[in-house]
């Protein structure tokens, strides 16, 4: 429920809610589990989490999702930065979203 609440005061640009929130968290002993996602590459599972940079190919991987975002907004694509619930400015938005752990 603490991290249900700190997103929706997040999503409304209460950010010294979502702080107050996260120190009750910290405080606690509560911690939110990264985010993860999985794929299967030949007959192998790549597993991958938030802010993690452990995968043997990850630099490679990080280069393609850039080519790939540029040639997205050579397009006219134009990420969505209201859905990133962090108090950040917008190109630190966009890079969030960019290498979130589903687009790894």
């Given amino acids: 429920p603490f991290v249900l609440l700190s997103n929706i005061y997040a999503a409304t640009g209460k950010w010294d809610n979502v702080s107050n929130v996260r ?5 606690r ?4 589990k990264p985010g993860c996602s999985c794929i299967v590459v ?3 599972v790549h597993k991958f ?8 190919q990850i630099e490679e991987i990080y280069a393609e999702l850039q080519k790939l975002s540029r040639q997205v907004k050579e ?6 930065t209201k859905v990133v619930l962090h108090d950040a400015e917008e190109m630190s938005k966009e890079h969030l979203l960019c290498y979130h ?4």
């Fill in 23 to 27: 120190k009750v968290m910290k405080d």
């Fill in 29 to 32: 002993g509560v911690k939110k």
């Fill in 42 to 44: 030949k007959k192998k």
């Fill in 49 to 56: 989490v938030a802010r993690d940079t452990s995968h043997p």
């Fill in 75 to 80: 397009e006219g694509y134009m990420p969505d």
């Fill in 101 to 104: 752990s589903e687009k790894l």
